[in-house]
């Protein structure tokens, strides 16, 4: 499965190292921990692999953002 980068910074306006505001990215893994929190795998900008909890806060699958950039045009 393929994401999009929505969101390359933190609540504080820090910039998450590794993830690329606009970029897409594979999926490598897919978790949901005991606690029922969806976490997700995949290879950052600099070719390490790292575990993303709550993805949904800078994340939006393919499909997602491909409607949603449509819904934009109002057609």
Not at 35 to 58: A, C, K
């Amino acid at each position: 499965m393929k994401v999009v980068c929505i969101r390359d910074t933190w609540d504080d306006v820090n910039r998450v190292s590794g993830i690329t505001l606009g970029k897409i990215y594979d999926i490598k893994n897919f978790l949901i921990t005991p606690s029922g929190m969806n976490v997700i795998l995949i290879t950052q900008d600099d070719g390490n692999t790292h575990w993303y909890s709550s993805p949904e806060r800078f994340f939006l699958s393919l499909n997602e953002y491909r409607f949603r950039q449509l819904d934009k045009l109002d057609i």
